[in-house]
Structure formats: structure tokens, C-alpha cells
């Protein structure tokens, strides 16, 4: 019945021993002179068992079955009726504390094992609740705090709440209360062996005793043989997985409201001459940032100081009165750290539900807990400061999350204020042992969002210093590198804000002449923030965050380049500076050792084709610049066109056509541009060289290339109208000058037949411009009734094209055009030999077009211009080309 195996009998003649003999408990039952019938026994257990349960009825009474030596009856008294008359203390049990005390032992016992025997936590918390019910406050506080503790250790604060309960599940409304009022007397409990699975009946029996009668009796001893004599009728009560429900918001309260019964008992038993005044949670001392960061770097020294072998100091009373080593001072401790871990995974919870001004208003309970539990505690364990650590990190979170929702800061700040009461009596609990200000600043609500990032880093710092502390070092490696990439992240989110205030300062400059100091003190607190935290993430090998930190550090640089530039009140910029140069170099390795650091486009492709963007960005920046604002007064213009073309072809090399992306268009038409300039710049060089004809020729071969390259990039844009018309003129005033060079008429019938060819291809940008300035024509019309709207030529039409610009193109078109028929007519009209059929049809065309052309209204409006155009390059169409006589489309 006890689980014994086996047992050792002894034979032995009047005291001497003979001899020992180990026997099976199985085997007992058959041994020599001594058979017995197991069936017997069990049923004498089994109608004791059924005669107990039908009898021990009254709530809250105390039974004893006795049966005197030699008699036959067993009697079964209720003592709680038999003790009601007694005249020294009424209504007091004499049987009461024996019986909460075996109550709490039972527990006890059980709890040791809970985590193998989780199908009893039900059990578990109905004996500690009954243990309760009957001790006095006054008398018994420490079994009182200590059922407290031991009821709040049932609820796992730590571990997921899927596999609380071994997988079985509540009754629907299983609370609070599912085990005390409906619940029988412990009683049967405690005569069960705790590995049972019998957890007592319920309901009432039929025989109902009246409150007078005080004694059962089993009326001989005989009966308790018969099989089954005593059998109850009553129904099992099933065992339940777990007493309270699953939600882990429900669980962190119980355990608070179990712990603050639990500091109350403790706090009653503190005998102190006056109640210390309850200091008010919710009004922080105001600590300056340079105080505060010292009051954390100085709390953290004292937790580290207190750290290492245990000794335990007898001299000195607590605050409160406690003595260092009593009870009470073991079990506020318990109960502090319990709260704290409780308040920890509350904040928790709220900050992944995005609710951070309660998650700060319990991370800041949660450390107020901490800072009792430091001010009662002479020394502090590992895992105490482990915890500690986590409390940092999550508070760092914490406030990084409120600096970056800064537009819910009111609904954070009401959160942040509301106050249960039963956190304000824990409070007040707290306030007996410690003044709870330790980490007031770490859990402040500001509304500096710059404030709030410094206190995250403060914290991510403190957490760090914790788990690197000779303590702890070697208990949580995996932490230490979660704290690090915190570190690293803050320190970035910081310098990222410094980043953007340099650029607002900027831009804000009305004039741009010299760097004030305040943007140098930025720029520097940046640049500082950035580089703390690339060492941060190269500690933990985090190569992606590493180069993203790079990133920023060559965006940093550009935009001391970009303050750099100095502008005159006219708003005209001078020269390409070399501080300006200096920084867009800088820039440029930072996004190089960026790309280094991923090492290649699959380690992370969204990083690697940002930094690729930004790299090709800066090396355009820098060659349109230096072609823009060409540093003459210091460099060669041989020199520039050089370094030009060397930035253009880099920032060419970085420009990814090939990957389909968000990007690609602006890459194409990055590329598109690039070549454009090029272009430019050879069309240039070649119409101011003079001399050296192989350098000439040279020029011409690159001017066509890229402008080629750049007509078809342009085209295959389909939204960059302007930038085609544009390219597309200069490469036929590129022809229109090498034929002013020519002194052959057949070559230059053939170079502005070309010319007339390349300006034909402006019949794909032409119907853009057209398609736009209808629609801008349409709008219009319809808001004529409502106010006409700015038609202005610097106006940009409803679709974003720039009227102006277009204007201008068209104002350079006109001319061009015209200039080419001339010309073309000319010529074939000056030729020697006599023309053919096709050359006269040819040359009808042309004067057909080329009247029209001077006929045309100058002052018509800009639509009208444009159609004109295209219906007279479209006349020319079918003429065009050598061999293409095919109908117009």
C-alpha cells in the first residue's frame, strides 16, 4: 500500500539474533503460518476510506478516528463540535494550527516535485488555500506568507502557456475561486499517499449528521471486512490541469495579488515603532541627462560590488526594521524577485501588443521591485543580476519604440499614469525597504524624443555591463550578444537622428557660406554613434548591420559634402570645392567597405542593392558637380574631363540594368542621363580642340556612342519625353557642326541626311508631350467654372511635365528643323548631276514642308506647335531613308 519493494525480517530465540531474510512485499502474504488475505486488507482500507467520507461533512471542522487498544469499535469524533464550549478561547481549535500545518507539509512535499506532477497543482493550491483559511493572521504570518509564495510559484511565469497543465484543459470559467468554497476538507487529503490520483469527492451524503452529534461509530471492527460495507456512491471529483486560466496577463496577477498577501503577513510581523510615509510612485526626482547617465553607471557599480559569495550581515536592520537572515527578511526577498519577474513579463506582453505606455509603466514597477529586492538583499546572485540585465534590455526597447511613435505620445501618457490598486499597495510595500528612485530615470515618460533614445542607449549600456561583469560573464553568452545588437541598433537609431538634424540645419541656411560649429558638433556626434555601433554588431560578426551602419556613414559624409558648398546671397554657387571632394571620397569608401562587408549580393540582397544605389548615387553626385562646377581656378580642364569620366563610368558600373527591381527605372534613366552627359562633354571637347586631330577624331567616336546609348535608354523609359527631345537635338547640332567642318557637298548631304534622320526619331517624343499637354488642356476646361488654372509658363502641367522646359526645346526645335530643310534644299537643288525621279519627289517634300514650317504662327499656343510638328514630320516619313518607302503609319 506504501510502495515499499521489499523488507527485512529478523529471526532471532529470546533476543539473539539468528538471521535476516529479505522478503518481496508481494511475497508476505504467503509466507509460512503468517497467510493473509490481500483482500481483506484492501477492504478494510477501502470501507475506512468510504466510512470517511460519508461522515466528514462539515466544512471547516476537525475530525479524529481512534480506535482505543483491545476494543472493537472505531470512533470517529468531531472535534471542532466537542472543542465549542471550551471556555479559554472560543471559537479556537485546538486542532486547527496540527491541521494547517500538515496541510502546508502535504503541499510542501508536492511542490518539491511539481514539475513532474503537474496534474496536481490543483491540489497543490486547494490544500495552501484551506492552510490559509484556518490560520490567524496575527498568530501564524510566516506559514501565512509562506503558503502565499508557494501559491504564486504555481504559476510559471517563464514558460510558454500551451504547455502549462500537461496538455489537459480547464473547465469552462475556471477562476479564482474553482477551488475554495465547493471544495471537501483537506482531510481525505491527507490521508492519501501524494502520488494518488484520487483528489477527494464532492456533494453532500444523505445521511446528514446534525451539528449536536459529535461521534460516528464504526460499531465493531468486523465489518470493516466485509467487501465493499462502506462503499460510497459519491462521484470523483476530476483532477484539473491548472487551476486559473491560461492567459498570461490572468497568471501575472494572481501571482501579484498572492505576493502582496504574502508582504502583507511579512509586514504585520515587523514590530516598528511608526509606519514609514508612502513615498509617491508617480512623481520622478528630475535628473539632468549628465546626472542621470551617472546615477545609472553608479547604481550598476553598487549591484556589482554586491555580487559574489554570500554573507550574510546580522548588525544591521533593513529600513523597515527586518533583521538581516530572519524569516522575514528571507521571504521578502522571495517575494520581491517573484513581483519583479511577474511586472517583467506583464511589460512584455504590452510591448508586443504595441502598447508601450503601460509597458513602460511595468517595467518601471518591475524595477522598483528590483531595487527593493537590492536594498533588502546584502548579496546579489548571478541569476538575480541576469534578470536584472533583461530588465535593462527590455526597458531599452521600451523607450526606443515610444522616440519612434511619437504621434501616439497622449494615448502612451494615459496608459503610462493609470494605476491599479492593487499595484499601489504593493507600492506601498516597497516603500517600506527602499526609496524605489534607483532607475526613475531609465522609466520616465519624456516627450524629448532625443531624451528617450539617450535613456534606451543608457540602458542597452547598463544591461551590457551586467552580463560582462566578472559574475556573470560566463552565464549568458546567447544575452550578451542579443544586448550587443541592441547596443549597436540604438547607437545607429541615435546617430541616424543627429544625421537628419545636420541635414534640417541645412537646409534651413538661408545663405550657405561656412560650417557654423553647432554642425560640426552634430556631425561629430553622429559620426561618434555610427562607430560605436559597427564595433557593437563586428563584435557579434553581424555583417549585414555592419554594413548598413557603413551606409549611413557614407550618407553622413555626404551631407557634410553638401555643407560644404559654399552659395552667395544670389543663390549662385561657385566652384567644386576640395573639402567637397574630400567628403564625397570619404562617402564613397564607407560604401566600399559597406560592400565588402556583405561580400556578396546573396548574403543580403535588399542590403547589397541599397549600398549599390547609394555608391553609383554619390559617384554621380560627384561627377555632375565636378562637370557642373568645373574647379578651373585649380585643375586643368584636361584634368577634369578625366576625373569626370572616371565618376561617370563608375557610378555607370553600379548602376544594375539587369535586375528586375523597384529600381530599374531609375537606374535606366540614371544610365540614360550619364551617357547624356558624357555626350555633352565629348560634344564639347571636340568643338573647342583644335590641333591635335586624332584627339578630335577620338572626341567624335565617344560623343556619337554615348549619345546613341543615351537615345535608346531614354526611349525605352516611355516617361521622359523631354530628356529624348533634348539629346536628340544635341546630337543633331552635333551633326550640324562636324558638317560645318566638311568641305565635300556629298558628305554633307549625307551627314544632314542624317541629321534629318536623328530628328525624326523625335516623333516618339513628340506624341508624349502632345498626350500630356492635352490632358493638362482637358483639366482646364473643366475647372474653367471654378477659376482658370495656372497656365502659366513656369507651371508645370497636371501630369508633372515642365512647361517651360518644353518651350525652351521647342524654341530650339523650330530653328533646327528648319535649318535642315534649308539646307537639304540647297544642296539638292546646287547638284551638278541630274536628279532622279526619287531626288525631285524628295525634294518637292522638303519645300512643301519647309513653307509650312515658315508659315506657322510663332505666338500659337504650345499645342498647337507641337501638332503642327508632328504632322509635318510625319509628311517626311515616307521619304526618309534609302530604302523605307512604306506608307505612314
Given at each position: 500500500m506504501c510502495n515499499v519493494p521489499e523488507l527485512?525480517?529478523?529471526?532471532?530465540?529470546?533476543?539473539?539474533?539468528?538471521?535476516?531474510?529479505?522478503?518481496?512485499?508481494?511475497?508476505?502474504?504467503?509466507?509460512?503460518?503468517?497467510?493473509?488475505?490481500?483482500?481483506?486488507?484492501?477492504?478494510?482500507?477501502?470501507?475506512?476510506?468510504?466510512?470517511?467520507?460519508?461522515?466528514?461533512?462539515?466544512?471547516?471542522h476537525t475530525y479524529w478516528l481512534f480506535k482505543a487498544s483491545g476494543s472493537d469499535i472505531v470512533k470517529l469524533y468531531d472535534l471542532t463540535t466537542l472543542c465549542e464550549e471550551a471556555a479559554e478561547e472560543k471559537c479556537q481549535n485546538p486542532f486547527t494550527l496540527p491541521v494547517a500545518v500538515l496541510l502546508y507539509k502535504v503541499a510542501s512535499n508536492m511542490m518539491l516535485k511539481k514539475n513532474q506532477n503537474r496534474k496536481h497543482y490543483g491540489t497543490i493550491r486547494t490544500l495552501l488555500l484551506n492552510c490559509v483559511k484556518l490560520l490567524d493572521e496575527e498568530r501564524h504570518p510566516q506559514i501565512i506568507a509562506s503558503a502565499h509564495y508557494m501559491l504564486a510559484e504555481l504559476f510559471q511565469l517563464d514558460e510558454p502557456s500551451e504547455e502549462v497543465g500537461g496538455g489537459e484543459s480547464l473547465p469552462a470559467g475556471g477562476s479564482e475561486d474553482s477551488y475554495s468554497d465547493d471544495d471537501e476538507e483537506e482531510e481525505d487529503q491527507e490521508d492519501l499517499p501524494e502520488d494518488s490520483d484520487e483528489n477527494g469527492s464532492c456533494g453532500t451524503t444523505s445521511d446528514t449528521h446534525d451539528d449536536s452529534k459529535a461521534v460516528a461509530i464504526i460499531k465493531s471492527v468486523g465489518e470493516l471486512s466485509v467487501p465493499e460495507k462502506y462503499k460510497s456512491t459519491h462521484q470523483i471529483r476530476p483532477i484539473y490541469a491548472f487551476?486559473?486560466?491560461?492567459?498570461?496577463?490572468?497568471?501575472?496577477?494572481?501571482?501579484?495579488?498572492?505576493?502582496?498577501?504574502?508582504?502583507?503577513?511579512?509586514?504585520?510581523?515587523?514590530?516598528?515603532?511608526?509606519?514609514?510615509?508612502?513615498?509617491?510612485?508617480?512623481?520622478?526626482?528630475?535628473?539632468?541627462?549628465?546626472?542621470?547617465?551617472?546615477?545609472?553607471?553608479?547604481?550598476?557599480?553598487?549591484?556589482?560590488?554586491?555580487?559574489?559569495?554570500?554573507?550574510?550581515?546580522?548588525?544591521?536592520?533593513?529600513?523597515?526594521?527586518?533583521?538581516?537572515?530572519?524569516?522575514?527578511?528571507?521571504?521578502?526577498?522571495?517575494?520581491?524577485?517573484?513581483?519583479?519577474?511577474?511586472?517583467?513579463?506583464?511589460?512584455?506582453?504590452?510591448?508586443?501588443?504595441?502598447?508601450?505606455?503601460?509597458?513602460?509603466?511595468?517595467?518601471?514597477?518591475?524595477?522598483?521591485?528590483?531595487?527593493?529586492?537590492?536594498?533588502?538583499?546584502?548579496?546579489?546572485?548571478?541569476?538575480?543580476?541576469?534578470?536584472?540585465?533583461?530588465?535593462?534590455?527590455?526597458?531599452?526597447?521600451?523607450?526606443?519604440?515610444?522616440?519612434?511613435?511619437?504621434?501616439?505620445?497622449?494615448?502612451?501618457?494615459?496608459?503610462?499614469?493609470?494605476?491599479?490598486?492593487?499595484?499601489?499597495?504593493?507600492?506601498?510595500?516597497?516603500?517600506?525597504?527602499?526609496?524605489?528612485?534607483?532607475?526613475?530615470?531609465?522609466?520616465?515618460?519624456?516627450?524629448?524624443?532625443?531624451?528617450?533614445?539617450?535613456?534606451?542607449?543608457?540602458?542597452?549600456?547598463?544591461?551590457?555591463?551586467?552580463?560582462?561583469?566578472?559574475?556573470?560573464?560566463?552565464?549568458?553568452?546567447?544575452?550578451?550578444?542579443?544586448v550587443l545588437k541592441r547596443l549597436g541598433n540604438i547607437r545607429n537609431e541615435i546617430g541616424v537622428f543627429y544625421m537628419n538634424q545636420a541635414a534640417a540645419m541645412q537646409t534651413e541656411k538661408e545663405v550657405k557660406t561656412t560650417v557654423s560649429v553647432a554642425e560640426q558638433e552634430i556631425w561629430k556626434k553622429s559620426f561618434s554613434c555610427f562607430e560605436k555601433?559597427?564595433?557593437?554588431?563586428?563584435?557579434?560578426?553581424?555583417?549585414?548591420?555592419?554594413?548598413?551602419?557603413?551606409?549611413?556613414?557614407?550618407?553622413?559624409?555626404?551631407?557634410?559634402?553638401?555643407?560644404?558648398?559654399?552659395?552667395?546671397?544670389?543663390?549662385?554657387?561657385?566652384?567644386?570645392?576640395?573639402?567637397?571632394?574630400?567628403?564625397?571620397?570619404?562617402?564613397?569608401?564607407?560604401y566600399l567597405s559597406a560592400m565588402r562587408s556583405l561580400a556578396s549580393r546573396d548574403n543580403h540582397p535588399a542590403v547589397w542593392d541599397s549600398v549599390n544605389w547609394e555608391l553609383s548615387t554619390t559617384y554621380f553626385t560627384l561627377a555632375t558637380l565636378l562637370q557642373d562646377y568645373a574647379p578651373l581656378s585649380r585643375k586643368a580642364q584636361e584634368q577634369i574631363e578625366r576625373e569626370v569620366t572616371e565618376a561617370m563610368l563608375k557610378?555607370?558600373?553600379?548602376?544594375?540594368?539587369?535586375?528586375?527591381?523597384?529600381?530599374?527605372?531609375?537606374?535606366?534613366?540614371?544610365?540614360?542621363?550619364?551617357?547624356?552627359?558624357?555626350?555633352?562633354?565629348?560634344?564639347?571637347?571636340?568643338?573647342?580642340?583644335?590641333?591635335?586631330?586624332?584627339?578630335?577624331?577620338?572626341?567624335?567616336?565617344?560623343?556619337?556612342?554615348?549619345?546613341?546609348?543615351?537615345?535608346?535608354?531614354?526611349?525605352?523609359?516611355?516617361?521622359?519625353p523631354c530628356e529624348l527631345l533634348r539629346t536628340l537635338l544635341e546630337r543633331v547640332a552635333f551633326a550640324e557642326f562636324t558638317m560645318s567642318g566638311q568641305s565635300s557637298s556629298g558628305a554633307k548631304l549625307k551627314t544632314l541626311t542624317a541629321?534629318?534622320?536623328?530628328?525624326?526619331?523625335?516623333?516618339?517624343?513628340?506624341?508624349?508631350?502632345?498626350?500630356?499637354?492635352?490632358?493638362?488642356?482637358?483639366?482646364?476646361?473643366?475647372?474653367?467654372?471654378?477659376?482658370?488654372?495656372?497656365?502659366?509658363?513656369?507651371?508645370?502641367?497636371?501630369?508633372?511635365?515642365?512647361?517651360?522646359?518644353?518651350?525652351?526645346?521647342?524654341?530650339?526645335?523650330?530653328?533646327?528643323?528648319?535649318?535642315?530643310?534649308?539646307?537639304?534644299?540647297?544642296?539638292m537643288t546646287a547638284m551638278k548631276r541630274k536628279p532622279s525621279n526619287k531626288d525631285d519627289e524628295l525634294l518637292k517634300t522638303y519645300k512643301n514642308v519647309y513653307s509650312k514650317l515658315l508659315r506657322a504662327e510663332k505666338t500659337a499656343p504650345l499645342l498647337r506647335r507641337v501638332e503642327l510638328f508632328l504632322d509635318l514630320l510625319q509628311q517626311l516619313t515616307p521619304q526618309t531613308g534609302s530604302s523605307d518607302h512604306g506608307a505612314s503609319s
Open positions: 527485512v525480517m529478523c529471526f532471532h530465540v529470546n533476543g539473539i539474533v539468528q538471521k535476516y531474510e529479505m522478503i518481496k512485499t508481494e511475497d508476505i502474504p504467503d509466507l509460512d503460518n503468517s497467510t493473509f488475505s490481500t483482500r481483506v486488507v484492501k477492504d478494510i482500507a477501502q470501507n475506512i476510506l468510504s466510512f470517511l467520507k460519508s461522515n466528514c461533512t462539515k466544512e471547516g487551476p486559473v486560466s491560461q492567459d498570461k496577463e490572468e497568471r501575472c496577477r494572481h501571482v501579484l495579488c498572492y505576493v502582496l498577501k504574502g508582504l502583507k503577513a511579512v509586514d504585520g510581523s515587523i514590530k516598528k515603532e511608526s509606519d514609514l510615509p508612502a513615498a509617491d510612485p508617480n512623481t520622478p526626482i528630475p535628473l539632468k541627462y549628465e546626472d542621470s547617465s551617472k546615477a545609472v553607471e553608479k547604481g550598476i557599480a553598487l549591484l556589482l560590488d554586491r555580487a559574489g559569495p554570500y554573507q550574510e550581515d546580522l548588525k544591521h536592520p533593513t529600513r523597515s526594521g527586518m533583521i538581516p537572515g530572519s524569516w522575514q527578511h528571507r521571504m521578502k526577498l522571495q517575494l520581491f524577485f517573484k513581483a519583479s519577474k511577474a511586472y517583467y513579463v506583464l511589460s512584455d506582453a504590452a510591448t508586443n501588443l504595441h502598447k508601450y505606455g503601460r509597458a513602460l509603466r511595468y517595467i518601471k514597477l518591475a524595477l522598483q521591485c528590483h531595487d527593493a529586492y537590492c536594498s533588502v538583499s546584502s548579496t546579489l546572485h548571478p541569476r538575480v543580476l541576469l534578470f536584472h540585465s533583461q530588465c535593462l534590455s527590455l526597458c531599452g526597447d521600451i523607450q526606443l519604440m515610444l522616440a519612434q511613435n511619437g504621434s501616439n505620445r497622449a494615448a502612451y501618457l494615459e496608459e503610462y499614469s493609470y494605476q491599479t490598486k492593487e499595484d499601489q499597495e504593493l507600492l506601498h510595500s516597497l516603500h517600506r525597504e527602499s526609496s524605489c528612485q534607483a532607475f526613475n530615470m531609465a522609466t520616465d515618460l519624456a516627450t524629448d524624443p532625443e531624451y528617450q533614445l539617450f535613456v534606451s542607449s543608457k540602458c542597452y549600456e547598463a544591461a551590457y555591463e551586467l552580463l560582462t561583469s566578472r559574475v556573470v560573464k560566463e552565464h549568458a553568452p546567447e544575452q550578451l550578444a542579443q555601433g559597427m564595433k557593437d554588431f563586428e563584435a557579434i560578426q553581424d555583417s549585414t548591420n555592419t554594413s548598413l551602419l557603413l551606409c549611413n556613414t557614407g550618407r553622413l559624409m555626404r551631407i557634410c559634402a553638401q555643407a560644404h558648398c559654399a552659395v552667395s546671397e544670389d543663390q549662385s554657387r561657385g566652384e567644386f570645392s576640395p573639402e567637397e571632394a574630400l567628403y564625397y571620397n570619404k562617402a564613397i569608401d564607407y557610378s555607370l558600373k553600379y548602376c544594375d540594368l539587369q535586375t528586375e527591381s523597384a529600381r530599374q527605372p531609375l537606374y535606366q534613366y540614371r544610365a540614360a542621363t550619364i551617357h547624356h552627359r558624357l555626350a555633352s562633354m565629348y560634344h564639347s571637347c571636340f568643338r573647342n580642340q583644335v590641333g591635335d586631330e586624332h584627339l578630335r577624331k577620338q572626341h567624335r567616336s565617344l560623343a556619337e556612342l554615348h549619345y546613341t546609348k543615351a537615345s535608346r535608354l531614354f526611349l525605352s523609359l516611355k516617361d521622359a541629321a534629318l534622320e536623328i530628328l525624326m526619331e523625335t516623333q516618339h517624343a513628340l506624341p508624349l508631350i502632345q498626350k500630356e499637354l492635352l490632358e493638362d488642356q482637358t483639366v482646364a476646361d473643366s475647372q474653367d467654372s471654378t477659376g482658370a488654372p495656372d497656365t502659366s509658363a513656369d507651371s508645370p502641367t497636371s501630369s508633372g511635365l515642365n512647361r517651360k522646359e518644353v518651350m525652351q526645346l521647342i524654341g530650339v526645335f523650330e530653328p533646327s528643323f528648319s535649318f535642315l530643310l534649308l539646307q537639304l534644299i540647297k544642296m
